[in-house]
């Protein structure tokens, strides 16, 4: 949990009761989560292959069919034929597991083969694979920024919570620049001219998908003598002509000394990495603990993740499908008059304001129009922006972006949910 625990008496709860009630903690926390709506709910789904985004929703009531609009597997990678059958033939011929951490037999030919795929995609000198892009962002962040003496991470006000914790992990000052915001950005840098620095921030941030000016960013950075760390987990696969982010799209992959990715959303599979130097990959390796000390993944994963890459390195098919149903899907939310956010990418974030309403319309979406579609309240996203995050992908047929807008529609007058506009509501 993110929040500190509640503010309960313990004498009280000592007195009470005769020894001390562990479990008093976990549901005052619990119960504190509720009241403020926040408590959250899975819904029990099952993808079924060759069918997304149709699923099966295992429903107190029964099994029912249900469309799913809320996947980071953006482009349905994961049911690609390809990569389930690199996937499937991998684990058939080398096991499912990998048998150890990298350094106690857990390394395996297909992660070897997928980091130099991976360092070949953003044409960089080597690559190293982590469980997830989570880790990887810990990982990297805190040990590159630990071996730099007397080293300021600058970091976006945006970041997600992984680089938070790999900043937290470094023991090194930080400073916050304002979100996006290049001015403030440069008077930090100014003012942190002789001493070693890492700007941290991220391409597409994934509860607005608004995109960040990298090319600016970079050229800052470089003036004032900063390495650079990008995220550009919400944007491999899915931008420049093969699929290696923004940074490919806009021509400035050099100026980023170590770029980060995950295998688990466009690509479809799982795991995270970094991109970078021999030097900087080779440091993360050898001293970031929690890639030493943890196992590795599973050589049929790897396998998958590469079949994934190298199709869209090649296939524009699946990019070019989604963009034609993420505009088609924008424009019809904007005519129905319903509150999305307008921005340049492939994520849809309509706006409730209010973390029980957002969770009524989740729920009106799933019982009554077969919509699936996961709230999103505070701590993802602030107080009083609470929303419902939309990902159309190239499986989404017309007929069910037409059915999705008429249940929003449905639901926006049924709840008598605002229909306020993203600038209003920014501020
Ligand atoms: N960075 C960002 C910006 C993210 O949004 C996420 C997860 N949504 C991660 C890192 C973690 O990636 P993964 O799911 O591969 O652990």
């Known amino acids: 949990c993110l929040s500190k625990p509640s503010d309960f008496?313990?004498?009280?709860?000592?007195?009470?009761y005769s020894e001390p009630n562990y479990d008093f903690y976990f549901t005052n926390e619990?119960?504190?989560?509720?009241?403020?709506?926040?408590?959250?709910?899975?819904?029990?789904?099952?993808?079924?292959?060759?069918q997304f985004p149709e699923a099966v929703w295992h429903s107190s009531e029964g099994e029912r069919k249900v469309t799913v609009w809320c996947s980071n597997d953006y482009l349905?990678?994961?049911?690609?034929p390809a990569v389930i059958e690199a996937m499937v033939s991998t684990a058939r011929r080398n096991g499912v597991g990998a048998g150890g951490t990298r350094n106690i037999s857990g390394n395996s030919h297909p992660i070897v083969a997928l980091e130099r795929e991976i360092a070949s995609l953003h044409n960089k000198e080597a690559a190293l694979v982590f469980?997830?892009?989570y880790v990887s962002n810990q990982a990297a962040i805190s040990t590159i920024a630990r071996l730099i003496r007397n080293c300021l991470i600058i970091s976006d006000?945006?970041?997600?919570?992984?680089?938070?914790e790999g900043i937290r992990q470094s023991g090194c000052d930080k400073v916050i620049f304002r979100h996006n915001d290049l001015d403030h950005l440069e008077l930090i840098l100014r003012g942190a001219k002789d001493r070693a620095k890492i700007v941290v921030f991220e391409s597409v941030y994934s509860m607005d998908g608004d995109v960040a000016p990298i090319a600016d960013i970079c050229r800052l950075a470089r003036r004032y003598g900063a390495m650079t760390y990008l995220d550009e987990?919400?944007?491999?696969?899915?931008?420049?002509a093969r699929g290696a982010g923004i940074a490919e799209a806009e021509g400035v992959e050099d100026l980023i000394d170590i770029l980060e990715g995950t295998l688990a959303k466009a690509f479809g599979v799982v795991g995270g990495y970094i991109a970078a130097?021999?030097?900087?990959?080779?440091v993360v390796r050898s001293c970031a603990p929690s890639f030493i000390f943890t196992s590795a993944l599973p050589p049929a994963s790897a396998a998958a993740a590469t079949a994934s890459i190298r199709h869209l390195k090649i296939s524009e098919q699946e990019r070019a499908a989604q963009k034609r149903q993420v505009a088609k899907v924008k424009s019809m939310l904007t005519k129905a008059n319903l509150?999305?956010?307008?921005?340049?990418?492939h994520i849809v974030p309509v706006l409730v304001r209010e973390a029980q309403a957002c969770k009524s319309a989740a729920d009106r979406l799933l019982d009554k129009h077969g919509i699936y579609i996961q709230p999103i309240n505070y701590p993802t996203v602030p107080k009083g922006l609470e929303r419902l995050r939309i990902t159309p992908s190239p499986l989404h047929s017309d007929a069910q972006i037409l059915t999705l807008v008429d249940a929003l529609e449905e639901v926006w007058t049924t709840l008598g949910l605002k229909r306020t506009a993203w600038q209003a509501a920014a501020e």
């Open 9 to 16: 008496n313990e004498d009280t709860i000592r007195n009470y």
């Open 30 to 50: 619990l119960d504190k989560l509720r009241n403020e709506k926040r408590y959250r709910e899975f819904v029990d789904i099952e993808r079924i292959a060759g």
């Open 76 to 80: 349905g990678m994961g049911q690609n």
């Open 131 to 133: 469980s997830s892009g």
């Open 157 to 164: 006000a945006g970041n997600h919570n992984s680089i938070i």
């Open 233 to 240: 987990i919400h944007a491999v696969g899915m931008y420049g």
């Open 277 to 282: 130097s021999s030097s900087i990959v080779d």
């Open 339 to 345: 509150p999305v956010v307008d921005n340049g990418t």
